[in-house]
């Protein structure tokens, strides 16, 4: 991984002999310590079960003595289009699906099949997969139910807009799963052991934390002893026998990485143990294959893992409540109280579409070969993109392409880089417009109404307490009233705020005229790092100066961000006591008359030209 910053700086993390070079920046979740003339690396956000790391990439700038320095930082190209670190978890015969995982670099453009194919032929997973249109990446919100499947010719950049901007980054996780299965996978799976494995591992970790607590006693037996003898495939048929090597199973390994919690609670010890050596008789003398494949026909007895159902209506004139059933037979119904009917095959599917409905519901149309489309309304269109990935996915298995059926709107480079459009007074309500209507206007210095839609009443703005206080004036907080009557909240020059504080309270771009800064704020010049300022804080700034409204934090995303420096200051404090105390020097020498040198302009890094100084609607901070 590779930090930059507005000097040349360097960040190297190699698997657990974490290395690092002397820099200059860091994300908040990453601790740099120094040890023995050593920098260590450390993510103090491990406690978590998955995160994702995303920075903004300055442009390098060489080094100098501070009386040459220039007091700008040009955002590069990598500012609008940031570097991002995405942690993939796969699966193992660990029962911790955070435990494993890959770090994957994605650049500009960077889809999610090229997320999958980085992490598949990494050799992470396993060598020689050859079933690459089998694999799928998930979505999970840690703290809630919502699970998000990705579409493969999703980009990266649409991933940030459309979902994780809805929680926290570190609330994410991302799972490599095996979602399109081939109709006998037990045949398909033949020459990709690696595929083999993982399904058999997913399906079993599936089982063990939500069906495993429902089966028969006798069931819940079989399929954790069959576990046994895949698990130990070297043990003698009559192992279990010796009091030795079931203790062994039974302290070192333990009983509940094969057997459900409630089995082992319901029994005395040594019942459960006559049990198991019994039970484990049958299939002392199977090898991993057998026991696999043993085990895939004793589940299907009470869990269908081959398909995926949801509930629906099918629209036909009239709305009935089904259960569309996906799986690699077909698309099917089912009603209560009776068997599958096959819908659609594969093979008959001509395009795929799915879209919002105003009352929060959705609708998702497939073209078939047939007179009439197959269309089902589902619950929130997060369903409906599900189910429209599932079967596209299906279809490129089939078909052996990695060309997708789902119609989807055309969007250019240019339509990515728009700004969103002002909302017009009696238009939709503020819950209609969703997250893509931020307003961008300017607080006018009169007091009435004007009629530019670019422009806001001071009426609409209720100052409340005061925040702080900047070179500018007050900082307050206060509440903004849009023409619907949605009242939001909102702050103003947090960041601004926050350099002033830190360059010990200079002007920002006190060496530029007024008129120019609009001008050096187009052209992608954002103020400079204070000499004290840490690293971490000035990283935080970057982003909240970001041009792309969706790219800026919230202002809960700052409290929690700067809530976590704060707590590895205070770390730092306690491991490392300074020598002695030095002065602090001011930012700048205002004694110059002549202003700084203007930084070296790069072709092509420039942001589009706006026509005033842009406020979010929302708390992103400028």
């Not at 299906?394 to 119609?407: K, P, Q, V």
């Not at 105390?581 to 004694?591: L, V």
Request: charge should be positive; aromatic fraction near 8%; proline fraction near 6%.
């Amino acid at each position: 991984m590779a930090f930059s910053s507005g000097v040349d700086c360097t960040l190297l993390v190699l698997s657990r002999r974490a290395r690092a070079r002397r820099l200059q920046c860091l994300p908040p979740c990453v601790r740099l310590y120094e040890s023995e003339g050593r920098h260590r690396v450390k993510c103090v956000c491990r406690c978590v079960p998955a995160i994702t790391l995303s920075w903004r990439s300055m442009s390098p700038i060489s080094r100098s003595d501070s009386s040459d320095a220039s007091p700008t930082t040009s955002v590069g190209r990598d500012s609008i289009f940031p570097v991002k670190i995405i942690k993939v978890c796969f699966l193992s015969n660990s029962s911790n699906l955070g435990k494993n995982f890959k770090l994957v670099r994605c650049e500009e453009g960077w889809t999610v099949r090229a997320i999958i194919n980085m992490v598949l032929s990494s050799g992470c997973v396993g060598p020689d997969i050859k079933h690459n249109l089998c694999y799928g990446l998930l979505l999970k919100h840690l703290k809630s139910s919502e699970i998000h499947w990705l579409h493969p010719d999703l980009t990266v950049s649409e991933l940030t807009q459309r979902y994780e901007q809805q929680h926290l980054e570190a609330e994410w996780r991302y799972d490599l799963r095996i979602r399109y299965i081939p109709s006998d996978f037990m045949e398909n799976f033949k020459d990709d052991r690696t595929t083999m494995l993982y399904f058999y591992q997913q399906v079993r970790s599936d089982y063990m934390q939500q069906y495993a607590s429902k089966v028969s006693d006798g069931m819940a037996l079989q399929l954790g002893c069959l576990e046994i003898r895949r698990f130990y495939k070297d043990m003698n048929p009559n192992g279990l026998e010796k009091k030795s090597n079931f203790e062994l199973l039974e302290k070192d390994v333990g009983l509940d990485l094969f057997f459900p919690r409630e089995l082992i609670d319901s029994m005395k010890p040594k019942q459960l143990r006559r049990l198991i050596q019994q039970t484990f008789q049958g299939y002392s003398t199977l090898t991993q294959d057998q026991c696999m494949a043993r085990f895939f026909t004793t589940l299907a007895q009470c869990y269908s893992y081959t398909q995926e159902s949801f509930a629906c209506q099918l629209v036909h004139g009239w709305s009935v409540a089904i259960a569309l059933v996906i799986s690699p037979e077909g698309i099917s119904q089912q009603t209560e109280n009776s068997k599958p009917s096959c819908l659609a095959e594969f093979s008959q599917v001509r395009s795929i579409s799915c879209a919002p409905e105003s009352d929060g519901r959705a609708l998702l149309t497939v073209n078939i070969e047939a007179k009439q489309p197959l269309s089902v309304n589902t619950s929130s269109l997060a369903v409906a993109e599900n189910m429209a990935d599932l079967i596209d996915g299906y279809c490129r298995l089939h078909g052996c392409s990695e060309s997708s059926l789902i119609a989807r709107p055309s969007k250019g480079r240019d339509a990515k880089l728009k700004l969103p459009d002002i909302p017009k007074r009696g238009g939709p309500s503020g819950s209609d417009r969703g997250l893509s209507s931020d307003i961008y206007a300017e607080i006018p210095d009169g007091t009435a109404e004007s009629a530019d839609k670019h422009r806001i009443s001071r009426d609409d703005v209720v100052v409340g307490r005061i925040l702080g206080e900047g070179f500018f004036g007050e900082v307050h907080d206060g509440v903004y009233k849009s023409p619907t009557g949605e009242r939001i909240r909102v702050a103003i020059k947090t960041s601004v705020c926050v350099w002033e504080i830190f360059s010990m309270a200079q002007q920002p771009f006190f060496w530029l005229e007024n008129g120019q800064v609009i001008n050096q704020l187009e052209s992608g010049v954002r103020l400079p790092k204070p000499q004290f300022c840490p690293p971490t804080i000035y990283s935080l700034l970057t982003r909240c100066w970001s041009y792309e409204p969706q790219d800026r934090p919230s202002f809960s995303q700052l409290v929690c961000s700067l809530g976590e420096i704060h707590r590895m200051e205070l770390e730092q404090e306690k491991e490392v006591k300074p020598d002695r105390p030095r002065p602090i020097p001011p930012a700048y020498n205002s004694n110059h008359a002549d202003p700084p040198p203007k930084p070296s302009r790069i072709q092509g890094n420039t942001l589009p030209r706006v026509s005033r100084i842009q406020v979010s609607k929302h708390t992103h901070t400028n």
